[in-house]
């Protein structure tokens, strides 16, 4: 390697401040660790609900039904509760939500300990309850942003959040399926709900939080605090955020077929997927240990389209020993990805609207997900897997294209705005 680009890859490298240095900032370590606990909810209710829905009804059709108005609640309400957050602070905000959520997981854990709950009860309870759920991401990353001023360090603590939650998502089902082959799966859902309730009160006692002053009372389709509504100062990483979801909920479904046609097993899958998550993980942890001399805007694109591209690759694996290589290839894209959109969407809009933009950048991954996942099943009954791929690696860097044309029109645009300034 010639020593001028070596001394360019170096500097590339610089690590822009450690991981230890994001946990020595005062109440970030008590506050992280706090709503860590209650996030843990996240990975372990859902699968709960549904094991227990599906046993005390008898009807998978009915479990599907009521997972689908939990999911629907829990997803595109996200940003009118984030909203609240921003409107109220935290603490005035956050402590209703989670009695609200608490006490309607207590009547659905009494409703489906025994057989025979009316389908309607467990629909509309599980749809309350989603409604109700505390967002303590978008809150967590709102106080990452009061901690961390420095957007070098800010960067780091999405990174380490980012991985963080990754591995609770892994970790979430793992618990549950103790839990199912030790008690009923009605005890994951108090488990959930334990682990909500300890959490979310640790996080709101934190000193930081509550020293967090309502910001504004924007509502939740309301503006950003710099003349623009909220969806239209973070499009770009919405947008970006959608394809990640999209890609997310393809794989979730593609490697499954994949597997079946390969004459592999169940197991086969987590492997596959596991190796996903890792490489996620991973990439969480070097995007946040690297000092990115290109913009956020810019990254985000390349970011976008190096995950689908790596999809593109999978469509040509021949084997699952290949996908697996692939996969991990794939999630060295999607944490910092999604990193990098949290911090555009922080960036974009003012304090009064940054929990929300948060959550918009949630629920964009969530709702792309759903979709993705939709899609996967009406191509897999169409095309070959390996034509499946395709189609959604190229989806991806479509949209990773739309990404960087953005982008290219807002520097025009400050450029334009700097000039007229002179």
């Not at 009915?62 to 609240?84: E, I, N, Y």
């Not at 009695?99 to 409703?111: E, F």
């Not at 918009?360 to 191509?379: C, D, F, K, Y």
Request: with cysteine; glycine share 12%; hydrophobic share 55%.
């Amino acid at each position: 390697m010639p020593v001028s680009a070596f001394r360019l890859f170096s500097e590339e490298l610089i690590m822009s401040a450690s991981y230890a240095r994001v946990l020595r900032i005062p109440h970030a370590r008590r506050t992280f660790v706090t709503a860590l606990v209650g996030r843990l909810s996240y990975g372990i209710v859902p699968l709960s609900v549904m094991l227990a829905v599906t046993r005390a009804s008898g009807s998978y059709a009915v479990a599907g039904t009521v997972m689908a108005l939990f999911g629907a609640t829990v997803v595109f309400l996200a940003p009118a509760r984030a909203s609240l957050i921003d409107r109220h602070g935290p603490r005035r905000a956050l402590v209703p939500m989670l009695v609200a959520y608490t006490v309607l997981l207590g009547l659905l854990t009494a409703a489906v300990w025994r057989p025979g709950a009316p389908a309607y009860l467990l629909g509309t309870l599980t749809a309350l309850a989603g409604a109700c759920v505390p967002p303590l991401g978008p809150t967590m990353r709102t106080v990452w942003s009061r901690l961390a001023p420095d957007r070098d360090l800010r960067q780091r603590a999405y990174s380490l959040d980012a991985v963080a939650e990754e591995l609770l998502f892994v970790s979430g089902p793992l618990l549950v399926g103790v839990l199912v082959g030790a008690v009923t799966p009605a005890a994951g859902i108090v488990v959930g709900a334990a682990l909500m309730v300890t959490g979310a009160v640790g996080f709101v006692s934190s000193p930081v939080v509550r020293g967090m002053a309502p910001a504004g009372r924007s509502g939740a389709g309301g503006r950003g605090g710099r003349g623009r509504p909220v969806l239209r100062r973070i499009g770009r990483p919405v947008t970006a955020a959608v394809a990640v979801g999209v890609a997310l909920g393809v794989l979730d479904l593609l490697v499954m077929v994949f597997a079946e046609r390969h004459h592999h097993g169940g197991a086969s899958v987590a492997w596959v997927l596991a190796a996903l998550s890792a490489g996620s993980a991973v990439g969480g942890l070097l995007n946040g240990a690297v000092h990115w001399r290109t913009s956020a805007p810019v990254r985000l694109a390349l970011l976008t389209a190096g995950l689908g591209l790596a999809l593109l690759g999978a469509g040509l694996a021949p084997g699952l020993g290949t996908l697996t290589l692939t996969m991990t290839v794939a999630g060295l894209f999607v944490s910092p990805a999604l990193t990098t959109a949290y911090l555009i969407a922080d960036e974009a809009v003012a304090d009064e609207a940054r929990t929300r933009a948060g959550a918009w950048v949630n629920t964009a991954v969530n709702a792309g997900s759903t979709a993705g996942t939709a899609a996967a099943g009406v191509l897999a009954g169409r095309l070959p897997v390996s034509g499946c791929f395709a189609v959604t690696g190229a989806a991806v860097v479509l949209t990773a294209l739309a990404v960087a044309k953005g982008a290219r029109r807002g520097r025009t645009a400050e450029a334009k705005g700097a000039l007229a300034a002179v």
